[in-house]
């Protein structure tokens, strides 16, 4: 059973971070990928961050040098380091995980930068 939750988000000023998180109740298996992605008001759903089960950490050109994905041990946590935060960061960030057998979304944790 796959049930993503993610949490984390919230309301912070420019220039400021948060630490956004995913989790499933148990370890997840076959997993290919794990990531985040974000959707704007107006705009379509688009890649943040991803994490291959072979280490390779895959970033958008705006989230690069600012955000970081990282991923527990247990196979059923991962999570997004925002640092830096822009207006333009503004979206409900939505977690991912690509398995052997189909891929998994989280119900979405919303970020808003402004000051």
């Known amino acids: 059973q796959v049930q993503l939750v993610e949490s984390g988000g919230g309301l912070v000023q420019p220039g400021e971070s948060l630490r956004l998180s995913c989790a499933n109740s148990g370890a997840i298996p076959s997993i290919v990928s794990m990531g985040w992605y974000r959707q704007a008001p107006g705009k379509e759903r688009e890649l943040v961050a991803t994490f291959s089960v072979s280490g390779t950490r895959n970033y958008a050109d705006s989230a690069k040098g600012r955000f970081t994905i990282s991923r527990g041990n247990d196979n059923k946590t991962w999570y997004l380091q925002m640092n830096s935060l822009k207006p333009e960061d503004t979206a409900v960030y939505y977690c991912?995980?690509?398995?052997?057998?189909?891929?998994?979304w989280g119900q979405g944790t919303q970020v808003t930068v402004s000051s």
């Open positions: 991912n995980v690509i398995t052997s057998w189909g891929g998994y």
